[in-house]
Each structure stands twice: as C-alpha cells, then as structure tokens.
C-alpha cells in the first residue's frame, strides 16, 4: 500500500493537522455507514493547476447529502473555496480530492437525524488507480457475483459512503480471482458499473453507456466522455445493455474519477476487439487528457484554477 499523507486537512471550517483529524467511535457513519463523498482531480496543466470539474462534483455531493436529509453547514461556494485552500495549503501541484460529509457522533442508535453533521477535505496524491500499464495495455475485468442494489433500496444516485460495502464485494471477489475489477449487473441483469467506475464499450463505431435506470453513480468523467466523444463525431447511446453485448464489444473502456480513462482488454477471459487498446478508446483517452492537462481550450468552462502562492516581494 503506497503511503497516502499530506500535511493539511479541512475539518469544519478549519485547516487542522493530518494527525489531528480522528474521529470518535461513537460516529454514527462508522456504525451506520452514514457518509457522503467525492473524489475529484486536481491537474498540472499548462495553466497551472487546475480542478477538474468542481462546481459538478460539488453539487453531486449536495445531492448525495440530499437525498439522506443530511444539511451541509456550508455553502457550495464555500465548499469550492475551502477545495482550492486545502489544496494550497498542501502545496501539492497535481492531487486527489476527497470531500468527505458523515454523520459525527452525538446520537445513539439507527435514527441519523439527531447526530452531528461533519465536514471534511482530504487532498492526496493518487496515481493510477488500476495498475501501472493499465492506461496502454487495458485490463482484464470479470462480470461479478455481486450485483447492484435494486431500485428502492439504496439509491445509486447518492454517492454514500454505505454503497461502497457492495462496491467492496465486487472488489475483493474480482482482485482474489485475479482480475483488475469487476463489472456489476443490476437488479434485472443488465450491466451497470464497476465497483468505482462507470462502464462504456464500443461497438460499430458507436458508444454505448448504461442509463441512469442500471443502478449507476452518474459519473462525472462518463458525462464528459459523452460530451468529448459527441464532439468527435461519435454517437453515444444511454441505454440498458445486455452482458453479453460486453462480450461482443469492439472496445471497452471504464472511466472515473480514479480511473480516468481505462483501457479493457478481456472480460470473464474472453477477449475484447483485439484485446488491447482499440482506436476510439485511444482517441477518447486523448482529448480527455489534452483537456485535463490543458493542452487544449478549456472550451465546456471544465477547470478551475487553484490560487497559487502570492507573489512575495522577494519572489
Ligand atoms: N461508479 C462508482 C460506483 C464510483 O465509485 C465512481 C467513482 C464512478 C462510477 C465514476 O464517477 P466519476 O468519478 O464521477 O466519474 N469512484 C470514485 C472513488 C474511487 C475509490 O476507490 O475511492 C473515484 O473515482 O474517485
């Protein structure tokens, strides 16, 4: 396990040191699974650094947050602002971001409203999230076991923290049996997403992503590879995909925060396309990267710069 540190976290307001931000035991999130999150990207681009869609995944974390009842005690803008400081703070150029929202103990028992709300920004640096050639050379994935809540039970639509025991089952089944991830089906069995990516393949020159009705977190990497790969001249298509319409892909490729853009070369040992990176996952892969390093005009208004350090006289 690589060693995941920094120097400075956000706790309600304030920046405290990395040691200083435990947590009691009596936290309602941590008997309850009472939490909300994001992982978001902060790059060096040519600009500077630069966040990667932040305005959506702040408002993905209000959603989530509203959907359980739970009031952040903070504006979004000064959630976007107190993102740009903790990453200032840390002075890291290029990071991963996790705000973190969970209910704080204070409250004994199922009932989350009495308990405490408690806000935290984690910033860290995280490099590939599916193994080190994953980028060039894909990954082998499986279809799980495990399948994706069915509607009605937990909402897909919250990024909560009590999703991610699901996402964990699909993890551990997929890495123990020697794949790099595994693919969920939905409640109906039609494919939804990996434990933490959200899932396209190609096929005649077309994309193809589950819809929003396959138990899927709405990615915020899949809606800018749908506006990417629009902007190709690709057709992209939302709809509920059969499993074996994977298997007879040309290409498939997952995409998340983490992720980002990650080639698939085989699913459940059956080969894919050509069992590589095919050319329209190479072509996404590089207008997403041209865009997130700023090699290109952030034309859809998709960064936000970090303040950088003020200029000092002695600078
Ligand atoms: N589905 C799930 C279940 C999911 O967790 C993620 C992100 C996505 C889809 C893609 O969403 P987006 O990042 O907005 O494109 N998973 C986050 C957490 C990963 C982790 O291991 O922790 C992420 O990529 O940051």
């Given at each position: 396990?690589?060693?995941?540190?920094?120097?400075?976290?956000?706790?309600?307001?304030?920046?405290?040191?990395?040691?200083?931000?435990?947590?009691?035991?009596?936290?309602?999130?941590?008997?309850?699974?009472?939490?909300?999150?994001?992982?978001?990207?902060?790059?060096?681009?040519?600009?500077?650094?630069?966040?990667?869609?932040?305005?959506?995944?702040?408002?993905?974390?209000?959603?989530?947050?509203?959907?359980?009842?739970?009031?952040?005690?903070?504006?979004?803008?000064?959630?976007?602002?107190?993102?740009?400081?903790?990453?200032?703070?840390?002075?890291?150029?290029?990071?991963?971001?996790?705000?973190?929202?969970?209910?704080?103990?204070?409250?004994?028992?199922?009932?989350?409203?009495?308990?405490?709300?408690?806000?935290?920004?984690?910033?860290?640096?995280?490099?590939?999230?599916?193994?080190?050639?994953?980028?060039?050379?894909?990954?082998?994935?499986?279809?799980?076991?495990?399948?994706?809540?069915?509607?009605?039970?937990?909402?897909?639509?919250?990024?909560?923290?009590?999703?991610?025991?699901?996402?964990?089952?699909?993890?551990?089944?997929?890495?123990?049996?020697?794949?790099?991830?595994?693919?969920?089906?939905?409640?109906?069995?039609?494919?939804?997403?990996?434990?933490?990516?959200?899932?396209?393949?190609?096929?005649?020159?077309?994309?193809?992503?589950?819809?929003?009705?396959?138990?899927?977190?709405?990615?915020?990497?899949?809606?800018?590879?749908?506006?990417?790969?629009?902007?190709?001249?690709?057709?992209?298509?939302?709809?509920?995909?059969?499993?074996?319409?994977?298997?007879?892909?040309?290409?498939?490729?997952?995409?998340?925060?983490?992720?980002?853009?990650?080639?698939?070369?085989?699913?459940?040992?059956?080969?894919?396309?050509?069992?590589?990176?095919?050319?329209?996952?190479?072509?996404?892969?590089r207008r997403f990267f041209d865009y997130v390093e700023g090699k290109v005009?952030?034309?859809?208004?998709?960064?936000?710069?970090?303040?950088?350090?003020?200029?000092?006289?002695?600078?």
């Amino acid at each position: 396990m690589s060693e995941i540190r920094a120097k400075k976290i956000w706790r309600n307001g304030e920046l405290i040191d990395w040691e200083q931000a435990t947590v009691h035991v009596m936290a309602h999130a941590l008997h309850y699974g009472s939490s909300w999150f994001e992982g978001i990207r902060c790059y060096k681009t040519a600009r500077g650094s630069e966040v990667f869609r932040l305005p959506e995944h702040v408002n993905r974390l209000f959603d989530s947050c509203k959907i359980y009842r739970a009031n952040i005690p903070f504006s979004k803008q000064e959630i976007i602002e107190a993102i740009l400081q903790t990453i200032d703070a840390n002075n890291l150029e290029q990071c991963y971001i996790r705000p973190l929202v969970f209910r704080g103990a204070g409250a004994i028992g199922v009932n989350p409203l009495p308990a405490p709300i408690e806000s935290y920004i984690i910033v860290w640096e995280w490099g590939s999230y599916l193994g080190e050639d994953a980028m060039e050379n894909g990954v082998d994935l499986c279809v799980s076991s495990w399948h994706r809540a069915a509607p009605n039970t937990f909402p897909s639509m919250a990024k909560a923290g009590g999703n991610y025991l699901n996402s964990a089952l699909i993890k551990m089944e997929a890495t123990l049996d020697g794949f790099a991830e595994g693919i969920a089906l939905d409640s109906e069995g039609f494919v939804s997403e990996g434990s933490g990516e959200n899932i396209f393949l190609v096929r005649g020159g077309r994309l193809y992503t589950s819809s929003l009705n396959s138990a899927i977190l709405p990615g915020i990497t899949r809606d800018s590879v749908i506006t990417l790969a629009r902007d190709a001249g690709y057709e992209v298509v939302e709809q509920k995909i059969p499993r074996e319409m994977l298997y007879l892909a040309d290409e498939v490729f997952v995409t998340g925060t983490a992720a980002e853009i990650t080639p698939v070369r085989s699913i459940d040992r059956i080969v894919i396309g050509e069992g590589k990176r095919g050319p329209v996952t190479a072509v996404i892969q590089r207008r997403f990267f041209d865009y997130v390093e700023g090699k290109v005009d952030d034309r859809y208004g998709w960064m936000t710069p970090v303040r950088t350090k003020k200029l000092t006289i002695d600078d």
